[in-house]
Nanobody, 125 residues
Framework: QVLLVESGGGLVQTGGSLRLSCATS????????MGWFRQAPGKEREFVAA????????YYADSVKGRFTISRDNAKNTVYLRMNSLKPEDTAVYYC??????????????????WGQGTQVTVSS
């Protein structure tokens, strides 16, 4: 079983920055594609960013491209999401997810096998 624990959420003003962390358990971390998703009140959970097992490839939703950066440290079994130039519409619960199978990333939440409990990000206007 894989355990994912997010941290780093909070309240920030428009234009501010936050860095989310997702610490994982399990020896197979380096074989997982990792992703970040978010869910705003009354909306479906949506893809934000993903990173390959090596960290060599990254993928972003158009809404965050150029503002967010996903990275990972395989030695620490941790994936990060650096969020800059935050906007009120970025307000959501952010979830870390691990995709254990396959050789490519996915934007579909059903393709991810393990999920964290989420961390709240609130951007005030």
């Amino acid at each position: 079983q894989v355990l994912l624990v997010e941290s780093g959420g909070g309240l920030v003003q428009t234009g501010g920055s936050l860095r989310l962390s997702c610490a994982t358990s399990g020896r197979a971390f380096t074989t997982y594609f990792m992703g970040w998703f978010r869910q705003a009140p009354g909306k479906e959970r949506e893809f934000v960013a993903a990173i390959s097992w090596s960290g060599g490839s990254t993928y972003y939703a158009d809404s965050v491209k150029g503002r967010f950066t996903i990275s990972r440290d395989n030695a620490k079994n941790t994936v990060y999401l650096r969020m800059n130039s935050l906007k009120p519409e970025d307000t959501a619960v952010y979830y870390c997810a691990a995709k254990a199978g396959g050789t490519s990333y996915s934007q579909r939440r059903n393709d991810y096998d393990y999920w964290g409990q989420g961390t709240q990000v609130t951007v005030s206007s």
